[in-house]
């Protein structure tokens, strides 16, 4: 499997442009990491809205069936 893109040790930039290019790929990952959190906080809220679902209409002990 080959990489698209050139190495960065192989570009030769300049400091300014290493560092424009690291701001880049560290707002990308925050953005990254903000998207996926708000994913997990949906996920974390739907699940608690299914097992409080659950606790009152599924009759104690009763194991669903799928």
Known sequence: MTNPQ????VMGLSKA???E??????DKALT???????WMNRALLA???LATLR????????????
């Open 55 to 66: 606790a009152a209409y599924e009759p104690e002990g009763m194991e669903p069936t799928c």
């Open 21 to 26: 290019l690291c701001d880049r790929f560290r």
């Open 6 to 9: 050139p190495s960065v040790a």
């Open 32 to 38: 990254a990491h903000q998207d996926m959190r708000a």
């Open 47 to 49: 699940e608690a809205q």
């Open 17 to 19: 442009q290493y560092i």
